[in-house]
Each structure stands twice: as structure tokens, then as C-alpha cells.
């Protein structure tokens, strides 16, 4: 590495697909292992997936398992799970070896029951038992996202003990990166915590416990909203856990908040766009399929409600069939103005600045928008309506109804993910779906219910 | 502290408001203080945005200035600037002066230029310099999100000097949390970067060129996927930043990064449904309403193309006005199928598993997708559509447009994003938009040209 090595050289923009290709048929373990370093891990695991299951199979377990690891610890989890499941058991477990105690956690929890045994038995019984305690902690606490093991000392040890061991050759330094020591008494329970700047100050001779000061400590099961706000309050980088009993589980890193955070979002994301549940391309079809079907179908029954209005008044709309023109715009139309309701609701839920009790006053800042923007919304799709059909009976209907139920909309779409939310339910799954049910409803019924009180004179 | 302090205790689960509401009124700075202390700062932000403005001016005048600053950078950075910007010069320039470089940049980039220009001139002239030059970086990149200066030292100052920096009273070590040493040279290059576990073992006496290793550096135009592959690849903590002629110019955080792209997610949530800009309900209303009405004014045209297909089959509709009750059933469908396809293409490309390029093998995904879920879901609704108007070949057309019309949403919905990034338009902002228009034009035709087809059909 030259010293002024800089991110350009580290990163060239060539595809390395058709090589590690070639490398795979030629079963070449060194060229694979050289090839897929060369690049980001990232873009190694996009390669490694352009692959079909087989040969995708073939790769890890032909590439080292410190690299195979890096990969599954880039992975999402599910594919995680299924990449290690695929290798025979010998393989499987070598590759489990290396992955950090979090994760291997939350791939066990992915496999089969019998697999995750067979792993489990093969690797060290310190290890496996750690990897159990860990799989009973909800993935998003600091149980589940917290490294089973801390950087721990006794308090009557000496300054110069804690810099021998930073200075061991063993990986505990890479590990606890930025992480402080943390001193506990003879039950394990976290009584202090030395700084940096204390244990490089201070003679080697000095004993601990005059240096620690007293830690904070996060329980087991704090939630990863809590978690955040404590990252977010002070500038550690790691807190310790501890257990019911008080004693030290475990040590939980900005980096992996921030990680489950981040994945948090996108996974809300999904859900908003009707993916439930944590889909890649590369996994089987029928699974896909499915998923995507489940919520699907949920949706067929709302929109056989919403649909059931227009039926209603099938004699309205043969009278004046213009108006099976406007429909969708006024039920569309109404939809987007909700989902962004929705949409700043969401976002102001995962800032923190709204919770539930706050839906009167949500309303109100929704009803403002919605009066303004559904008066202009109304009055420029009158006007369309107006010069398309040549009626300006047919444009105040059609106008005065999206007026009406963008207000509608912008209501429910505000409200709804804060409701939703105060129930214990997903605001990011069910929000949309209601949406646009009832606001179809909605736009459906003022139309044709204004039309049909107009009748007279949309039939001149 | 007491040393089992745990996070319950520090999170009592009470709201502040009334309390933060009467010491207002009684200006008593020092019991908003207190009280705005003892919760986390999201919550603190969360009540002090419950006020008027009027009221939170006087708020944020009355706390502290380290309190105020740390609610700033909580804020929202629109929010943030406008915060400042109300307050009179002097606690503007007096909260400003305690901000992380890169937020104060971030910040002043939000004011207008005649507030800028008096904060800047009342801080520390070298301060203000830095802060121009900050500016000057677009925001998601290392050096948008660099803190400006380093924890630096020549090649020939030795172990001791940098321990005794490390201890002195100042600022550097909670700044530089985790960061380590980086060496330059006479040119401001650098050259070198010292482990902890280097200072923590050696003599004092050792000179840093002895125990220093080349630095890996990112330059100050690096995009934000590209430190978050760098930070993907490697555990530092951070990476020194050099300008075009390698001069060291900041340090890019691991914390910084994560933010970074967290924020980004967000950004790309709320614009896939249809927020473009940074709303808070907090802004003025005029704002809020014009941003939204951008957005839905667009989509009002796109409507009418839309539905321009149904107004050419107005002959068809009076004929068997059954039809109308499905079409809008046919479209919501269809987009639901589509919109999964775009939140699928979307994560994969966030996460790095495709680019543009993988078009092709994105849309062979989605086909078979789409099939498989388009028979399913065509086959019900046409169950649905015959038992309800009682007509197997009106259940025949709607399920046969579902059907095909899903292909072509999940088509669209798959392969769009993509596109649309290959053309450096951003996906988030128009694949709904442009998803919705082409399926309810295709799924209106599909239902209207197949209906007029079997119309002798339909009318028995």
C-alpha cells in the first residue's frame, strides 16, 4: 500500500463477472479468492449472485471461509441462512467460525432447526452456548444486536494488565474497535468503565478501580428506539449489556445500531410498496410469488368494497357515461395526495417529532393542506372536465368531488399510520391499503352521488 | 451515575410538555434547562416543535447554547436553519459556534445569504474559512461530510507527544472518539496513521515515523457509496480526506457515513410517495402545500392521458356499463403488482445487488412473477366479476386484462427504476408516477378493446 493510496485506486470500475467465471469452471480457488478481494464486498456479492444456486454453491465453498463469511455478513439474512444451508456440514461450519457472534445468531435463527444443530455441534461448546443465549433476545434489542463477548477486567487488575492485553496478538483489539474496557465484580456485574485517556495517562502500576468511573449500562431487551436515542444522546460508541440479574451479557456497538436502523428503514420501505417480508430476486420463485400474493389478495377484498359503490350507481353512470372517464383520476388523484400525508406522518414517526396522542394535531396541519390544495386540485380538473365533455355541471362535479376528497384523503392518510401505530400495528403495511380503499370509496360515492342530484343538468 | 444505571432510568417515560409550557411563560431558563435535559433529544425536539414559532424562538433563547445546538443538529436541516435564522445575530453566531463543523456548513448552506454572511463574520475568522470551504463540497460526499480538521502530527514528534495531546483538557479526544493519529508531512500530506495498539505499546520515546503505517485516504469528492463500500470493506473508524493535491483536509467518520445514508433512505422513502423536499408539518403552510401540489400537478396530466383510453371506448362502457366497475378494480391491481416489483428493483439497487445494466435479467424475474401472480389474481377477480354480474365472459375479459396487465406492471415496475437510473434521473421521484400511467392506460385498453371484441358476448 503506497502511502498515498486513495479510494480511486482501491475501487477500479471494471466487472469482474466473465473472469470469475472462467475461474469457476476451472475450479480455481486462488483466482476466485484473488478476484472476488479485488473488489468492494458489495459488488462480490452482486457477482456471486448473478450466479444460479449451483454454481453460486461451488463458489463458496471453493473461496476461503474468512471471505465466504465477509460475503454472508453482507448478505440479507435470509439469503445469509440459505447460502450457508447449501454447503456440506464441514464447510458450513468453518464459515460460521468466522462470523461476528450477532450474526451468527441471526443466521441460525434462519435455518432449519436440524442444520442449525449440526452447525451448532461442530463448533466450539463456549461458542455454541453463546450463540443460544443469543438467539433468545428479539433480533432488534440490545440482546440480539450486541457481541456476546466484552473487553473485561477485574478492578484490582493493574493498567499495565489492559494494555498487555490490547497488545496480545489475538483479535480482541479489531473486535472491540473504539470499545472501552469494562471492569466487573466477581458476580460479572459491570461496576466501571476506563477511558482511553485514562488508561494512556495513568502508570502502568495504577490499579483499575482508581482510574473507572461508573459505566452505563443498557438492559437486554432495550428496544432499538431507545437504543438510538442513547447513541443519539451520548458519543460512545459501545454500551455494555447486562441480563435481568445485572450481569454483563454482552457489549452493543453504534455501528450495529446504526446498521438495524438503517435496515429498519428499508424494510419499511418495502412494506409500503406491499413487499412483506424480505425479498431478493434470487430466491426461489414460489416463495416470491407467494408473498407478493398474500398481500395481493387482501387487496382484491378492499377493492371489491370500493368497487361495490360505483355498482350502486350503475344508472347514473349509463345516464352520463363521461363520468366512468373521471373515476380513476379522482380516486388516483385522491390516493397520491394521501400518500404523501402518509409519507410525511412515516417520517415524522421515525424521527421521533409525532406519536399517536398527537393525531388531533396532525389532523389539523393535514385539513390545512388538503382545503388548499384540493380547492386547486378541484378547480384544474373542473376545468379539464369542463372543456374535454363541453359540461360545466359535469366539471363542478367532478371538481367539487376531488376537492372534497383530497381533504378526505390527506386526513386518513395523516391519521391512519398514527392510529395504526397507537393499536400496535404496522403503519408501514396496513397504511396504504386502507388509504385507498376508503378514499376510493370516498371519491367513488361523492361523484356519483353529486351527479346523480345533478342529473338534470348534466343531461342537458 | 450511579454504577448500575440502566437505560430505564435515564428514559423516564413522561412528557415534559406542560412543565417546559408554564417555565416558558415564566422565562425560567434555568428550569428549561433542567427539563429539556432529562429526556433524550429527540424528545426534547419533539416538544419544543409542539410550540408556535413565536414560542420556540423564545425557547431556544432562553436554553443554553450547547442545549440549543445539540437540538439543531437533531433537527431536520431545513428546521435547523430556520431555527438560527430567527434568533437575533448574536445567539445565532453564539448556538452556531457550537456545532461539528459539518453540520455548521450543512446549516449555513440552508440560510440566506445575508444571515450567513453575519454568522460567519461574528465566529473565529479561521472557523468561518473552514466552514466556506466546507461548503463548497457537495453534501454526500467525504468532503460534505468530513469534520474540517484532523488529529495530526509530524512524522518526527514522538509517542509522548501524542500522549500528552491525548490528555490534555481539551475538546480533541471526545471529537476524535475512535479516530486515530494521522501522520503528515511538511506539505500537509499524509503520510502515515498510528494504531492505538502501536501508542499503547510503545516507548514514549519512540519517534511516530517508527511504528506508523501508510494511511488509507478518500478523496474530498468520494460519494457517498463509496465510503459506505469503504467503511462495508474495512472496520476503521474513519478515513483521512485529501483534496486534488492530496492535502489533508478532514477526517470522514464511520457515525458521519451512517447518517449519511440513513438519511438518504429516508429522503428516497418519502419521494417514492410523492413528498419531494424535506417536509415537516412544522413548516409554513405555503410551503407544504406548494411542494406537494408540484408533485400532484404533474400526476394530474399523466391522469388525463390515462384516461383519454376510456373516453375513446365510451361506446363500448354504455354498452355493458359493468365494465366501470371494474376498471378502476383492474388499474389499483395492476399498480399494487407494479409497485412491488419497484420496491424490489429499488432495495436491490440500495443495496448494491443491481445496476442498470441488469435490466434484462431483472425483467426475466419479474415475468415470471407476474405470470404465476397474474393468472392467480386474474383467475379470482374473474370469478369475482362472473358471480357478480352473473356474465362468464365479462368474468372472462376483466380476468384476462388482469392477468396480462400484471405481467406488464411488474415489467414496468422492475425494469423503470433501473432505467431511470441509467439516465441519471432519480427512481424514487418518478418510477411510481410513470408505473401508474402506463398500466392504467394498458389496463383500461386491455379491458375495453377485449370487451368491445366479445361485445356479442357480453350482451347475452
Known amino acids: 500500500m503506497t502511502p498515498t493510496q486513495s479510494l480511486e485506486d482501491v475501487q477500479p470500475d471494471i466487472d469482474i463477472t466473465e473472469s470469475v467465471e472462467s475461474a469457476l469452471k476451472e475450479a480455481n480457488a486462488a483466482e476466485l479468492n484473488v478476484l472476488l478481494e479485488s473488489v468492494t464486498i458489495s459488488e462480490a456479492l452482486r457477482v456471486v449472485l448473478a450466479f444460479t444456486p449451483d454454481e453460486r454453491d461451488s463458489l463458496i465453498y471453493l473461496i476461503s471461509a474468512e471471505l465466504a463469511s465477509r460475503l454472508i455478513d453482507e448478505a440479507p439474512l435470509e439469503l445469509a441462512g440459505e447460502l450457508i444451508e447449501r454447503q456440506e456440514s464441514e464447510k458450513a461450519a468453518e464459515i460460521f467460525d468466522e462470523l461476528d457472534s450477532d450474526v451468527q445468531a ?115 431487551n432495550a428496544s432499538l428506539t431507545a437504543l438510538q436515542d442513547l447513541f443519539n444522546d451520548h458519543d460512545f460508541l459501545g454500551f455494555p449489556v447486562v441480563d435481568g440479574s445485572g450481569e454483563l451479557v454482552g457489549v452493543v456497538s453504534r455501528t450495529a445500531v446504526d446498521a438495524a436502523i438503517l435496515a429498519r428503514a428499508e424494510g419499511e420501505n418495502l412494506r409500503m410498496q406491499g413487499i412483506v417480508g424480505d425479498e431478493l430476486r434470487t430466491m426461489p420463485l414460489a416463495i416470491r410469488s407467494r ?100 359540461n360545466p355541471y359535469l366539471g ?35 397504511s396504504g391499503p386502507l388509504l385507498t380503499t376508503i378514499t376510493d370509496m370516498a371519491g367513488f360515492f361523492l361523484v356519483l352521488s353529486l351527479a346523480t342530484l345533478m342529473m338534470p343538468l348534466l343531461l342537458q
Open 106 to 220: 441471526d443466521v441460525i435463527a434462519e435455518l432449519d432447526p436440524n442444520d442449525a444443530e449440526a452447525i451448532l455441534a461442530s463448533i466450539k461448546p463456549e461458542d455454541a452456548a453463546a450463540v443460544r443465549r443469543l438467539t433468545e433476545y428479539d433480533p432488534d434489542t440490545a440482546g440480539g444486536l450486541m457481541l456476546a463477548d466484552a473487553f473485561k477486567f477485574r478492578a484490582d487488575q493493574t493498567v499495565g494488565a489492559v494494555l498487555r492485553s490490547l497488545a496480545s496478538d489475538d483479535e480482541d483489539l479489531e473486535r472491540y474497535n473504539g470499545q472501552h474496557p469494562y471492569i466487573v465484580d466477581e458476580a460479572n456485574r459491570p461496576v466501571g468503565v476506563v477511558s482511553l485517556r485514562g488508561l494512556l495517562t495513568a502508570k502502568r502500576s495504577v490499579k483499575l478501580d482508581e482510574i473507572m468511573v461508573a459505566p452505563m449500562t443498557v438492559t437486554a
Open 291 to 390: 408473498r407478493r400474493l398474500a398481500w395481493l389478495s387482501a387487496n382484491i377484498v378492499l377493492n371489491i368494497i370500493a368497487a361495490s359503490v360505483i355498482s350502486a350507481y350503475e344508472e347514473t353512470l349509463a345516464a352520463v357515461i363521461a363520468i366512468a372517464v373521471f373515476l380513476p383520476m379522482v380516486s388516483d388523484m385522491s390516493g397520491c395526495s394521501g400518500n404523501q400525508a402518509v409519507g410525511v406522518t412515516m417520517r415524522e414517526l421515525s424521527l421521533g417529532l409525532v406519536r399517536p396522542k398527537d393525531a388531533m394535531r396532525v389532523w389539523l396541519k393535514e385539513v390545512s393542506v388538503g382545503v388548499i390544495n384540493g380547492i386547486v386540485l378541484g378547480i384544474l380538473i373542473g376545468i379539464v372536465c369542463w372543456i374535454w365533455k363541453g
Open 396 to 430: 363542478l362535479v367532478i371538481g367539487l368531488a376531488l376537492a372534497v376528497n383530497t381533504v378526505i384523503a390527506v386526513s386518513i392518510g395523516g391519521v391512519v399510520p398514527l392510529l395504526l401505530k397507537g393499536v400496535g400495528q404496522d403503519p408501514a403495511v396496513a
